[in-house]
């Protein structure tokens, strides 16, 4: 059965296309590799200076920075250390539409009624919320001892309503470093770091972060299924376990101090 007319004519277009591809000399072709990726890099240089141009303007513009502030605050969170409680103090006006901030100097944290209480150690989101696109209905800032002879637990985060796989989905979008979170059987997302004595290391193999007594430092960033009635859905948690050194605990969270 012949082809229709206008089939013909593609494939003819396409041959053509393609003889005169072959027929390229490799300078003809380097040329056009080299044209494409300068119109790849000009593509990732504008997407830079609008993400540029969108933090000069949240930093003199009130509005912008009102929306900007919760985002800056999750970027930091990300790294367990003490770079969220900069941001909390920097942005403790935009903030505190969110939730009470309290601040001590360059560091402030978000105020919970009591860290060491089960039931009360969370503070609800205001305002709808979202951070990096995510809804956030809670923060949770919690210190747990799980024995007499045990080293205290630091947890402190934030409860999502969606699911771990789509909370890792939006965040490992905009946060290229969660990337490196490993998945385990219970469906947690999981990124553990060790403390050798004299830095943190990362391991490949995380089965201590359920928060079971360890006889090592342990640093555990964890996207998993929220245990909370009040906050059902998913916990995005920054944990300190075991015998953290006081010197290492201070830098980490200097809003403890």
């Not at 944290?109 to 205001?126: C, E, M, Q, T």
């Not at 403390?195 to 960033?221: C, I, K, Q, Y």
Request: hydrophobic content about 40%.
């Amino acid at each position: 059965m012949p082809l229709p007319r206008i089939s013909q004519r593609l494939l003819l277009s396409i041959s053509l296309l393609a003889l005169l591809g072959a027929c390229a000399s490799p300078e003809e072709r380097a040329a056009k590799r080299q044209l494409k990726l300068e119109r790849q890099e000009q593509k990732a240089q504008r997407i830079v200076d609008r993400a540029n141009d969108k933090k000069e303007q949240a930093v003199t513009d009130p509005v912008a920075r009102q929306k900007f502030a919760p985002d800056e605050l999750l970027r930091a969170f990300a790294s367990c250390d003490s770079t969220m409680f900069k941001v909390a103090a920097q942005y403790k006006d935009e903030l505190a539409a969110y939730w009470p901030i309290a601040t001590k100097g360059d560091i402030g944290n978000i105020l919970v009624p009591d860290r060491g209480s089960p039931d009360k150690h969370f503070a609800s989101a205001r305002n709808s919320l979202t951070m990096l696109n995510l809804p956030i209905t809670g923060y949770f800032d919690e210190v747990m001892t799980l024995g007499t002879a045990s080293s205290p637990n630091y947890w402190w985060g934030f409860f999502t309503p969606l699911s771990p796989r789509d909370t890792y989905r939006i965040l490992s979008l905009r946060l290229p470093e969660l990337k490196r979170l490993r998945a385990d059987k219970d469906g947690a997302y999981v990124r553990l770091d060790r403390w050798d004595g004299n830095a943190w290391r990362r391991m490949s193999n995380p089965a201590s972060f359920h928060g079971m007594p360890t006889d090592t430092a342990e640093r555990v960033l964890i996207i998993d299924k929220s245990d909370q009635v009040a906050y059902p859905g998913t916990r995005i948690a920054c944990s300190l376990q075991g015998p953290v050194p006081a010197a290492t605990l201070q830098s980490l969270r200097p809003d403890l101090q």
